[in-house]
Nanobody
Framework: QVQLVESGGELVQAGGSLRLSCAAS????????MGWFRQAPGKEREFVAA????????IYADSVKGRFAISRDNAKNTVYLQMNSLKPEDTAVYYC???????????????WGQGTQVTVSS
């Protein structure tokens, strides 16, 4: 069915920027939410950002507001996460997700990517 593939994670110094990409395939995503989550070792998976596939509505976790921006390119079936002013605490595996309800709730997402590692050095 739906395939999600993240890319763009890498090692970056604190204060730097990265852009993560999530390429989606397998179906249309009308009325779906697209989200980014992250999980650091020893911590629970946490919500980062979400966007409606069919409209320009976005939400963010408080921890990333003002630093991260989620966007989408429907023509490319791709969702992006622009990460600026990165901090060591942003280090985590970042996962892309898609689902019919979604938003900031992981159980609202049906499909998940494999994750991409973001490491922020100090």
């Amino acid at each position: 069915q739906v395939q999600l593939v993240e890319s763009g994670g890498e090692l970056v110094q604190a204060g730097g920027s990265l852009r993560l990409s999530c390429a989606a395939s397998g179906r249309t995503f009308t009325n779906y939410r697209m989200g980014w989550f992250r999980q650091a070792p020893g911590k629970e998976r946490e919500f980062v950002a979400a966007i409606a596939w069919s409209e320009r509505v976005t939400i963010y976790a408080d921890s990333v507001k003002g630093r991260f921006a989620i966007s989408r390119d429907n023509a490319k079936n791709t969702v992006y996460l622009q990460m600026n002013s990165l901090k060591p605490e942003d280090t985590a595996v970042y996962y892309c997700a898609a689902g019919p309800t979604g938003w900031n709730r992981s159980n609202g997402y049906t499909y998940w990517g494999q994750g991409t590692q973001v490491t922020v050095s100090s």
